[in-house]
T-cell receptor, first 115, second 113 residues
């Protein structure tokens, strides 16, 4: 597609529930990143995919968070047993086109609210 | 680890020039980025510096000094639409062999008439 698409744009859930957030990157981009942004803060790195594999998942806060990218395109961030502290905007970014691989294009984000 | 500092807020007048500073401490430095983020929207790429010096792109310029761990973003002829958060981000080589972007907390710029 023309840009990075993220769904849902807004998700309200109850504490303890399971949530999936989806990212559809720009076609042809090999790199995909997940970031989390809390109010008044900069984006915080969660995980990075190169192709289908997670090249760096050092930013995932704990084992309740997991992400997949099975076919090297769409990615899903999965959060189990959500907690109120998980409330944030989850941003996805993609990059990797030759010559401009270092420039990331961000999606508009999925705003997660855990009640 | 990485440490990126930038002012929390700035206010400037329409038509004026404003400079947003960023200092950083990191290992494996591989470039510094500036992103613009309007409230409720995605960050959008503004500039990239990997060598020392000034990069100019229209009304926006970005400067880097690697020895000082310092960068600034210069916005000229300010317009009301420039009101946004400006994020400084450093790209560095992690132990896993991948490059990562670490962001500062952002500088919220308010442009007033």
């Amino acid at each position: 597609g023309a840009g990075v698409s993220q769904t849902p744009s807004n998700k309200v859930t109850e504490k303890g529930k399971y949530v999936e957030l989806r990212c559809d990157p720009i076609s042809g981009h090999t790199a995909l990143y997940w970031y989390r942004q809390s109010l008044g803060q900069g984006p915080e790195f969660l995980i990075y995919f190169q192709g289908t594999g997670a090249a760096d998942d050092s930013g995932l806060p704990n084992d309740r968070f997991f992400a997949v990218r099975p076919e090297g395109s769409v990615s899903t961030l999965k959060i189990q047993r959500t907690e109120r502290g998980d409330s944030a905007v989850y941003l996805c970014a993609s990059g990797g086109l030759a010559g401009v691989a270092h420039i990331l294009t961000f999606g508009a984000g999925s705003r997660l609210t855990v009640l | 680890g990485q440490n990126i500092d930038q002012p929390t807020e700035m206010t400037a007048t329409e038509g004026a020039i404003v400079q947003i500073n960023c200092t950083y401490q990191t290992s494996g430095f591989n470039g510094l980025f500036w992103y613009q983020q309007h409230a409720g929207e995605a960050p959008t790429f503004l500039s990239y510096n990997v060598l020392d010096g000034l990069e100019e792109k229209g009304r926006f310029s970005s400067f880097l000094s690697r020895s000082k761990g310092y960068s600034y973003l210069l916005l000229k002829e300010l317009q009301m639409k420039d009101s946004a958060s400006y994020l400084c981000a450093v790209r560095d080589l992690r132990g896993a062999g991948s490059y990562q972007l670490t962001f500062g907390k952002g500088t919220k710029l308010s442009v007033i008439p």
